[in-house]
């Protein structure tokens, strides 16, 4: 990651809003491509670094949002006693916000959401389900993070979440925890067939809560695995997941990346709820009831690009 911030670095400003376009396309590119297979962490990891700093030019350049990431209404949660928010619909407030943007200048908004877990209970094939509507059953464990930028269009407005997936593994726990803070949302993921790394939620949380502000942090509890529970199984962990979501205030959802069920309605969910949150919060900052064109990237991605301009060797000049 630092590589590839480097490899950004080394462009001078102009040349950076050039790569920047390239880095956008790559993000597209289809998954067997020459350039995906190479460099695609490092083509995503700059994109997110040009975000900062140009998001007019990043707008104007990004295609347009796939018709099956436009969200005109609240998603429900399905789950019963399990919703975190029990409201039909948007806030009013965003509402009228929303409708106000869409004849002024749109802002590009990001909301950082970070995976934890346990390993193996797949946090990554829950992405990959919803990113790129894969399943991948050759398991091989998240070496320290890695991520996936995911586009909407909620209300009219361009959304995008950056879904930071983290190590489940112990001997990464320091490396992964680095990129806990700033987020707008945790998702917490355990297996429903085993009841072990649902007692282990409690603690992840609590390791990701040092990092943020509790008042401001959205909270899902995912269970993954649904087609391999039996229902006898899946009707006591699903008792107890419950009972832990609404001790930690947490909305809870079962899911299956294997065959989809509910994944796409869970991030659906997810994108709402923190688009909501992200409009409230800054309606309330700025005493408007017009959202401003400020980009919010509360991520290490822009973090490691201010550290690098303060360390530029001299091979980056």
Same mark, same amino acid.
């Given at each position: ?9 080394? #462009? ?33 990891i ?10 007019? %030019?990043i ?9 099956? !990431? ?20 948007f ?7 929303c409708?106000?943007? !869409? ?7 990001? #909301? ?16 990959n389900?919803?990113?790129k ?17 995911? !586009?909407?269009?909620?209300l009219?407005?361009?959304? #995008? %979440?950056?879904?930071? $997936?983290? =190590?489940?593994?112990? !001997? ?9 803070r700033?987020?707008q ?22 390791? =990701?809560?040092?990092?943020n $502000? ?5 909270l899902f %509890?995912?269970?993954?695995?649904? $087609? ?12 107890? =997941?419950i009972k ?17 069920? #509910? ?18 919060a800054e ?18 991605s ?7 301009q303060?360390?530029?060797?001299n091979?980056?000049?």
């Amino acid at each position: 990651m630092f590589y590839s911030v480097k490899f950004f670095k080394k #462009s001078s400003s102009t040349l950076s809003v050039v790569f920047g376009y390239r880095c956008i396309v790559a993000i597209h590119v289809p998954k067997n491509s020459v350039k995906e297979k190479g460099c695609g962490k490092r083509y995503r990891i700059a994109c997110l670094c040009v975000c900062a700093l140009a998001p007019t %030019l990043i707008m104007s350049v990004l295609p347009p949002v796939r018709k099956d !990431r436009i969200i005109i209404k609240l998603p429900k949660c399905p789950g019963k006693g399990a919703a975190l928010h029990t409201k039909d619909a948007f806030h009013p407030k965003v509402k009228t916000a929303c409708q106000e943007q !869409r004849t002024g200048t749109v802002g590009f908004k990001i #909301s950082k959401v970070i995976v934890v877990g346990d390993v193996a209970v797949g946090k990554t094939c829950l992405i990959n389900r919803f990113c790129k509507d894969t399943f991948d059953k050759n398991y091989k464990a998240t070496i320290g993070v890695d991520f996936e930028m995911e !586009r909407f269009e909620v209300l009219g407005v361009p959304f #995008s %979440l950056q879904l930071w $997936d983290t =190590a489940g593994q112990e !001997r990464f726990k320091c490396i992964a925890s680095t990129y806990y803070r700033g987020a707008q949302a945790i998702i917490i993921v355990f297996d429903v067939n085993d009841v072990a790394s649902l007692y282990h939620a409690r603690q992840w949380l609590e390791d =990701a809560m040092k990092e943020n $502000d509790p008042s401001s942090v959205l909270l899902f %509890l995912v269970g993954t695995k649904k $087609d391999l529970s039996s229902p006898a199984m899946f009707s006591q962990i699903e008792q107890d =997941a419950i009972k832990l979501s609404e001790e930690i205030r947490a909305e809870y959802w079962a899911v299956s990346a294997l065959s989809g069920e #509910s994944v796409k309605e869970f991030f659906f969910r997810v994108a709402a709820l923190t688009f909501e949150a992200n409009v409230l919060a800054e309606l309330e900052k700025s005493g408007s009831r017009r959202i401003g064109d400020v980009v919010r990237i509360n991520s290490n991605s822009c973090n490691l690009y201010a550290t690098s301009q303060k360390k530029q060797s001299n091979c980056c000049q």
